[in-house]
């Protein structure tokens, strides 16, 4: 428990020393707005189908034991 | 709760989903969807409601309605109780804030069966940075369950237990390039209270057996404690002819001693007004320290496990998604409509988990038990 949450920690700072250089030196974005055309394509959304996804997430998180890091959430349930 | 009562479930929570961009709200939308899993003895269906909706121009609202309805034959209930039927109810309502380039997002779910009820709340935090190339999420859950147990259909009055959980997770969207999109995940979960099942039980070598087995079985036992860490890439490409590429990878592993490692690889190829999905998915990982298919004896070591999801196994799912994009003249109001249908072949093989419906003349020498389902979801999505 103790190193998950310093681990958690560590984490959190690095993110927010990488968002402080922000204020430091401008990044320039290499990817313009007009050129995310490709991206902007309902084909590259990352949860198209978000019903479909947080059941499918569900389905492999109560017979495996692995669970979280999917980019969905759900709640608790006696599913164990 | 049961033993069996460990698939299809949620539906939920569609607000905690870190949003690929923080300063753009998700469209109002009605999704009807009809769930069944059929595998391994068990049959769980129902349908899903969920709908979106935008209230001005900074929150946004979902709510959802979810059922299981669970009819268990399992490999568990066959070897050490009865078949059962029951149900699952969920609700969850959550709403989204935005300002500027942040998203705040609350939410609440509620899941409530015969034997179990948990009760979770959620909130995060997203935020664009760097002109819109990332977008990072902070997530945290904390979810109180309460745990009892049936006894011939009827609650046992002597019985009741509880469980909390905690998730912190943080996300990652990075813009790579002009036609690639990465995101990592990070998600720590610290579990405390009543962890394994009242029903589910452990095998140990019993010569006096009373059937003749050799083995007999006592209730498993568990740690109250669990803590897991789970990190995740996942990228995304888009293909010149118009097709998207999808990977992703995630590392697990947790203090009980399990290790995981999840692959997928989706595909997606438009063609006319329909959109088709492939994928393909494998999942490995090592047993729980505590855990095996059959202890040398009664009260073997403090902690002991059967549950073949703690075992050492290998999973492999393949995918296909159909969906078709229409609209309907007479309902001006709807932008678009999609019909959906997806199905999922699950196939499982332990590697330490045998099937004791077998009898053999030496406890722990039955087959490995195997596991096939098949999974399909019908749904309708109607953007508004």
Not at chain 2, 308 to 328: C, I, Q, R
Request: aromatic letters at 14%.
């Amino acid at each position: 428990m103790r190193s998950a949450a310093r681990l958690a920690i560590s984490l959190t700072a690095a993110v927010f020393g990488v968002a402080s250089l922000a204020g430091c030196a401008p990044i320039e974005p290499w990817v313009k707005p007009y050129e995310r055309e490709n991206l902007a394509d309902p084909i590259m959304a990352f949860d198209r189908y978000p019903v479909s996804t947080s059941y499918l997430d569900h389905v492999f998180e109560s017979r495996e034991g692995a669970r979280g890091a999917t980019g969905s959430a759900g709640g608790g349930c006696g599913c164990n | 709760m049961r033993q069996a009562l460990r698939l299809p479930a949620a539906l939920l929570a569609l607000a905690a989903t870190p949003l690929a961009t923080a300063g753009v709200l998700p469209e109002d939308r009605a999704d009807l969807l009809y769930h069944r899993y059929d595998g391994g003895g068990v049959v769980i269906d129902g349908p899903s409601l969920l709908v979106r909706k935008k209230i001005g121009e900074k929150f946004s609202v979902s709510a959802n309605y979810y059922i299981d309805m669970v009819s268990s034959a399992s490999i568990d209930v066959v070897t050490t109780a009865s078949p059962y039927d029951e149900q699952r109810d969920q609700y969850s309502l959550a709403v989204d804030y935005l300002r500027g380039k942040s998203t705040y997002s609350v939410g609440y779910i509620n899941s409530s069966e015969s034997d179990y009820e948990a009760n979770t709340i959620f909130a995060s935090v997203s935020q664009d940075l760097f002109g819109d190339l990332t977008t990072i999420s902070f997530s945290y859950k904390r979810g109180k369950n309460d745990v009892f147990r049936n006894l011939a259909d009827q609650r046992d009055p002597d019985f009741a237990e509880e469980m909390d959980s905690r998730t912190y997770g943080i996300a990652v969207t990075q813009v790579l390039t002009r036609s690639m999109i990465g995101v990592f995940n990070f998600d720590t979960i610290t579990d405390e209270g009543f962890l394994n099942s009242p029903y589910r039980s452990v095998r140990y070598v019993d010569p006096l057996s009373l059937e003749g087995t050799g083995f007999s079985f006592q209730a498993e036992q568990y740690p109250n404690t669990r803590t897991s860490n789970a990190g995740s890439l996942r990228l995304k490409y888009f293909l010149p002819y118009r097709a998207s590429l999808d990977g992703w990878y995630r590392y697990y592993t947790d203090s009980w001693g399990i290790d995981a490692h999840t692959g997928e690889i989706k595909y997606t190829q438009p063609w006319r007004k329909f959109l088709i999905d492939g994928s393909v998915r494998y999942y490995t990982q090592e047993a729980a320290d505590f855990y095996s298919d059959l202890f040398p004896r009664r009260d073997f070591a403090n902690f002991l496990a059967r549950d073949k999801e703690l075992s050492t196994y290998t999973a492999t799912t393949l995918g296909l998604g159909v969906s078709y994009d229409f609209t309907v003249a007479r309902f001006p109001w709807m932008q678009k409509a999609q019909a959906n249908f997806r199905y999922d072949h699950i196939i499982v093989d332990y590697e330490d988990f045998r099937d004791v419906r077998v009898s053999v003349a030496v406890p722990g020498t039955e087959p490995l038990y195997e596991l096939t389902a098949d999974v399909f979801q019908v749904f309708l999505s109607v953007f508004f």
